[in-house]
T-cell receptor, first 116, second 114 residues
Framework: DGGITQSPKYLFRKEGQNVTLSCEQN?????MYWYRQDPGQGLRLIYY???????QKGDIAEGYSVSREKKESFPLTVTSAQKNPTAFYLC???????????????FGDGTRLSIL | KQEVTQIPAALSVPEGENLVLNCSFT??????LQWFRQDPGKGLTSLLL?????REQTSGRLNASLDKASGRSTLYIAASQPGDSATYLC?????????????FGTGTRLKVLA
């Protein structure tokens, strides 16, 4: 079945450590997104990519980095510069929008990151 | 700056009731509006997407309306069931420097009591 796979489901980070969250999709979507969700808050956009080898910062990109070397994959690295990384991280994808017809987003099941 | 608000933040209703969830946005220049469902500890599942030129969309017991000019959308759930218990989020799509992105509301946490 087509979908988005995020791994791991749970992740723990030690002080000063970088960790990488995986996101893979087999929907043949061009656009991919990373969001952060904190309790009682809506989703906030970290990074997004409309095409391979290109990505843009979202609203809260500081302390995070991404790469988009393949259409299917959009890994997110939470660096040691991110001082408050504990959150639920969601990856999404969509067919890249053209004109005014923007397609719906499909989401993975998320990764919960905690600090040790 | 586009802001999306959902009221109420939480709602409890007895099984069988019809209910309405509200979503408002500050800038009417949107391309579409999407309603999602999120179960605890899970990702988001798309329920309905309304293009900016449309007034409503229906899927089963769900009906979503869009009044772009007034910056409002409602999600109507008919004959609610305990299985409808979840957090419901709305999101509007906007364009920034030629690329599209979504702005999310904080959600309404719904509990349907058996």
């Amino acid at each position: 079945d087509g979908g988005i796979t995020q791994s791991p489901k749970y992740l723990f980070r030690k002080e000063g450590q970088n960790v990488t969250l995986s996101c893979e999709q087999n929907l043949n979507h061009d656009a991919m997104y990373w969001y952060r969700q904190d309790p009682g808050q809506g989703l906030r956009l970290i990074y997004y990519s409309q095409i391979v080898n290109d990505f843009q910062k979202g609203d809260i990109a500081e302390g995070y980095s991404v790469s988009r070397e393949k259409k299917e994959s959009f890994p997110l690295t939470v660096t040691s510069a991110q001082k408050n990384p504990t959150a639920f991280y969601l990856c999404a994808s969509s067919i890249a929008g053209t004109g005014v017809s923007v397609q719906p987003q499909h989401f993975g099941d998320g990764t919960r990151l905690s600090i040790l | 700056k586009q802001e999306v608000t959902q009221i109420p933040a939480a709602l409890s209703v007895p099984e069988g009731e019809n209910l309405v969830l509200n979503c408002s946005f500050t800038d009417s220049a949107i391309y579409n509006l999407q309603w999602f469902r999120q179960d605890p500890g899970k990702g988001l599942t798309s329920l309905l997407l309304i293009q900016s030129s449309q007034r409503e969309q229906t899927s089963g017991r769900l009906n979503a309306s869009l009044d772009k000019a007034s910056g409002r959308s409602t999600l109507y759930i008919a004959a609610s069931q305990p299985g409808d218990s979840a957090t419901y989020l709305c999101a509007v799509s906007i364009t920034t420097s030629g690329t599209y992105k979504y702005i999310f509301g904080t959600g309404t946490r719904l509990k349907v009591l058996a």
